[in-house]
């Protein structure tokens, strides 16, 4: 039996030990995943893109008519003493909103009041080795439902598409609808072309990352070509580079994928220039950007 730590937690307007804090059976988000998240990175107990993620989440509240229960005010105050009362200086905020607790009904109920849990856990990004060396990736299609655009607790294709690469030794899963380029299963996936770094547009398929506005001003910074536009499949295997990006991978080049070398010539099958280019930029960012 899993053995909860002491790290205290935010449940619903009181900090308590992760391990003692409850919710009922009848949440909306253990019951349906009727719910949404976000996950805001910490570097040297400063948030990282805090606004960036508060507009998100008031996004995915407001796409499921779900009050937001907190100002950009308290929600500071709230996440801030979570990651104060921490040992470790870089951190991962994980903040979860349900529609509340209500008698079993997939109507959404109205006047009841939003369950707000918030914990924090130690952030540990990838190793030296992954970076030098990039990872191995595996395709498969995407099978989740149409509104990847919402970020919904109900991650069980998420689960699921992440499984696929696990099973295989993995880093990710790449995964493409109707022969489009996705993401992956829970990051955003990057294409490299002739120097240009390319994302999927913005839509309901794909969940709008908070990458993918910083990776404009970093492009933008260091001379780089930045357009989101539909990525085929076949352009996906043809690519000079490929990266994902998320809050816990920054970014990573993708050096194999579903068994072949990624990229062309001396350069096939190691991490690119112009992921050497955007990493660098990202570590800038990383001290600039956080409050």
Request: hydrophobic share 40%; proline share 5%; with cysteine.
């Amino acid at each position: 039996m899993l053995t909860l730590p002491d790290t205290l937690c935010h449940l619903n307007g009181q900090t308590l030990p992760l391990r003692d804090a409850k919710v009922s059976v009848l949440d909306r988000g253990f019951i349906f995943g009727d719910g949404v998240y976000e996950v805001i990175p910490v570097y040297g107990r400063r948030l990282f893109r805090f606004d960036e993620h508060m507009a998100r989440l008031q996004r995915s509240l407001a796409k499921l008519r779900i009050a937001n229960p907190h100002t950009r005010e308290g929600w500071l105050a709230l996440v801030r003493e979570l990651v104060g009362a921490q040992p470790a200086h870089d951190q991962l905020v994980y903040i979860e909103v349900t529609r509340g607790v209500a008698l079993r009904d997939h109507v959404m109920p109205e006047g009841i009041e939003p369950t707000v849990f918030a914990m924090t856990s130690e952030l540990k990004p990838p190793s030296a080795e992954m970076r030098h060396q990039g990872v191995a990736c595996v395709t498969a299609r995407d099978f989740r439902w149409e509104r990847g655009d919402i970020k919904s607790i109900s991650l069980l294709g998420n689960v699921m598409a992440r499984q696929i690469s696990a099973d295989r030794g993995a880093a990710e899963t790449v995964m493409f609808r109707d022969g489009w380029l996705t993401e992956g299963s829970g990051c955003n996936v990057w294409v490299v072309h002739e120097g240009a770094l390319l994302g999927p547009p913005k839509g309901e398929h794909v969940l709008e990352g908070i990458r993918y506005e910083l990776f404009a001003e970093l492009c933008e910074d260091v001379g780089i070509a930045y357009n989101l536009r539909p990525i085929a499949e076949a352009d996906v295997f043809a690519a000079d580079e490929l990266m994902l990006s998320s809050a816990t991978k920054e970014i990573l080049a993708i050096t194999r994928l579903d068994g072949q070398a990624v990229g062309h010539g001396a350069l096939r099958g190691k991490p690119g220039p112009v992921y050497a280019r955007i990493y660098e930029a990202y570590q800038r960012a990383k001290a600039e950007q956080s409050i």
